[in-house]
Every structure is written in structure tokens, then in C-alpha cells.
């Protein structure tokens, strides 16, 4: 398949999603916080509906809960919820590398290795939302090439519910250098 073919635009209210996703990740939005609906529709210029659609898609992903009549807020996880889901997490990434292995092409290894090289250059250069989008999407692909579609939809589940956390969790610079 052609790749320079390929779709880049995406529907409103994905953009949205991942516009409100960076806030919860970033702590702009803060777990536990209520969602100003009003004024985030007002501040990224967008009505209500691909609002609306944007958070029905954080809470399937687990970041968001939509209290009908009430507002929604951003979901708080507990240290037991993130220990849970780290955990099982790893299990599923470890299969995920030992699948991709057995099944990936050479090319696809090689280009996992390349988004690799660039996520360790912005680790270098200490850009940490360039390093953490890579590092997602190292995982997603590297999830990809188990060909394995129940493993790929537990893991986004997760990786989903997670990201906050991993992206917190590389603030302090032994914790980023152990990561890496």
C-alpha cells in the first residue's frame, strides 16, 4: 500500500478528542476536575456536538466520565487501578514483542526501529510530548505487528486509560532515563 496516499484529515470531533486527550494528559485538566464544557467549546472554537462525540470517545477510552445531566469530569485513577492496569499492560506489550517477532516482516521491524531512533532523538533534545507521542505510538505499532486483534484492542484499552500516568510518570529524569 501506498502510504503518501493516505487520508490525513480527520473528522472534527477526533480532533477535538485528541485536543481535550493532550489537556487530561498535560494536566491541564486535572483527574477528578469538572470538564468546563462551555468554555472549552468556546476556547477550540467548535460547537457542541463534536464536543459531545469527543467526550462520548474519552470515556470509551476510559479518561472521562459522562454523568448525564450532571457534566462530565476526568476519570481519577487509584494507585491500586494503575498498579492493575500497568501490570497487565506489561504482560500484553511482552506478548506483543514476542508475536511481532514471529511475525513481523524485516521492513516492518525496521521501520519500528526508526520510530524508535527518532523517540530516543527527542529524548536527547528533552522534548517530552514529541518523546511521549512517539513512545505511544512505538507501542501501538509494535502492538500492530502481533497481527493479533484481541491483543491490539486490550492494549489501546489500556494504553488509553494509562497515558496521563506514563506521561507524568517521565517528569522526574531518572524516572524518563529508566523508561528509556
Same mark, same amino acid.
Given at each position: 500500500m501506498n502510504t503518501s496516499l493516505a487520508i490525513t484529515n480527520r473528522s472534527l470531533h477526533? @480532533?477535538?478528542?485528541? &485536543?481535550? &486527550? !493532550?489537556?487530561?494528559i498535560e494536566g %491541564?485538566?486535572?483527574?477528578?476536575?469538572?470538564?468546563d464544557e462551555a468554555g472549552l467549546i468556546e476556547e477550540l472554537g467548535v460547537s457542541r456536538t463534536p464536543f459531545r462525540e469527543? $467526550? &462520548? *470517545?474519552l470515556a470509551a477510552e476510559g479518561l472521562v466520565i459522562v454523568r448525564p445531566s450532571k457534566g462530565? %469530569? %476526568?476519570?481519577?485513577? *487509584?494507585?491500586?487501578? %494503575?498498579f492493575a492496569m500497568l501490570e497487565v499492560l506489561g504482560h500484553l506489550e511482552q506478548l506483543a514483542g514476542e508475536l511481532a517477532c514471529? &511475525?513481523? *516482516?524485516? @521492513?516492518?521491524?525496521?521501520?519500528?526501529? !526508526? $520510530?524508535?531512533?527518532?523517540? $530516543? !532523538?527527542?529524548?536527547?533534545? /528533552? !522534548? /517530552?510530548?514529541?518523546y511521549y507521542k512517539l513512545n505511544q505510538e512505538f507501542h501501538s505499532r509494535l502492538t500492530e505487528l502481533s497481527k493479533n486483534e484481541t491483543l491490539q484492542e486490550m492494549q489501546r484499552n489500556l494504553q488509553a486509560r494509562l497515558k496521563r500516568i506514563r506521561y507524568i510518570g517521565n517528569q522526574r529524569p531518572e524516572y524518563w532515563a529508566g523508561a528509556v
Open positions: 477526533d @480532533q477535538v478528542a485528541n &485536543r481535550v &486527550r !493532550d489537556l487530561i %491541564v485538566l486535572e483527574p477528578g476536575s469538572r470538564i469527543a $467526550l &462520548r *470517545t462530565s %469530569v %476526568v476519570r481519577k485513577l *487509584t494507585p491500586e487501578d %494503575v514471529a &511475525r513481523a *516482516t524485516d @521492513q516492518e521491524i525496521a521501520a519500528l526501529a !526508526d $520510530l524508535h531512533d527518532r523517540m $530516543l !532523538d527527542h529524548y536527547r533534545a /528533552r !522534548d /517530552r510530548m514529541p
